[in-house]
């Protein structure tokens, strides 16, 4: 007896973990959108009642990033704060091809984090690497939070 309840107790903390594990339908990082709503995963944007049919493809997650940051940009009139993400060898690769994708096709991506979305974001002007970051401008009131998720993700997947 004592060693079912042991088993059972067992059993149920590993079930636990793979269910905290998958909580989440996408990974934190940039995805395009789908082609057609049924081919998509679809995610609710953070602030408003839009529903985004997400490509399931993975574009640039958080395994191409190496480090994040929240740095002030002093812009003319209004110093911002912005979550600033170093990408690895491979996300600056793969940075530059969706760059050239969007530059030609006039896609947009989008920033998921916890299976919402937090910012829409296309291309204008050179699609030239400068550094390898990216620049993620979301509302203040959820920038924390993120920054410390992703913190905490890219930690646990390097």
Same mark, same amino acid.
């Given at each position: ?20 594990? +998958? ?96 910012? +829409? ?31 905490? +993700? ?5």
């Amino acid at each position: 007896m004592k060693y079912s309840i042991f088993a059972f107790l067992f059993l149920s903390c590993i079930s636990l973990s793979f269910t905290e594990q +998958e909580k989440f339908k996408l990974k934190t990082g940039f995805y395009f959108l789908a082609e057609k709503e049924r081919e998509g995963e679809l995610i609710k944007d953070v602030d408003t009642e839009d529903i985004f049919a997400v490509d399931r493809t993975e574009v640039l997650t958080i395994e191409d990033f190496s480090s994040v940051q929240i740095i002030k940009k002093n812009f003319k009139t209004n110093p911002l704060n912005i979550i600033e993400v170093k990408l690895t060898k491979s996300g600056r690769n793969k940075w530059l091809n969706i760059k050239k994708r969007m530059s030609k096709s006039g896609e947009s991506i989008l920033f998921i984090c916890q299976d919402r979305v937090y910012l +829409e974001k296309s291309i204008s002007g050179s699609n030239e690497i400068k550094e390898s970051e990216i620049l993620i401008l979301v509302d203040p009131k959820y920038q924390q939070n993120i920054f410390e998720i992703m913190k905490s +993700e890219i930690s646990d997947s390097h």
